[in-house]
């Protein structure tokens, strides 16, 4: 039992890293595209080439190994997951009587 929720618990952080990477790598390119280039050893471009190329090997190691369907399928999940439902409540389900 404690092995199970272990491997849960790395296939849990394993989402979340896989999801932000690709998020963030999105966001830092959309932020970032249009910058003042200072030449030829532009740190800024050098990381824009490095978040172009995280989220290519990210998107071809997708493409090959399975179909687009259960990788959105695992996300929604996975984002599902990080935040449960909110339990309403109720004066029902609080067993709350209403006698006068």
């Known amino acids: 039992m404690k092995a199970y929720r272990l491997k849960k618990s790395l296939a849990a952080i394993l989402c979340v890293c896989f999801v932000m990477a690709s998020f963030l790598s999105v ?28 989220l290519q090997q990210l998107c071809t190691g997708i493409a090959n190994n399975t179909s687009l369907l259960p990788v959105l399928a695992a996300l929604i999940l996975c984002i599902s997951a990080c935040f449960p439902e909110k339990k309403t409540a109720s004066l029902v389900t609080l067993k709350i009587r209403m006698d006068n």
């Open 27 to 54: 966001f830092f390119i959309i932020t970032h595209e249009c910058h003042d280039c200072t030449g030829n050893d532009c740190v800024v471009c050098y990381q824009l080439e490095n978040a172009k190329s995280t």
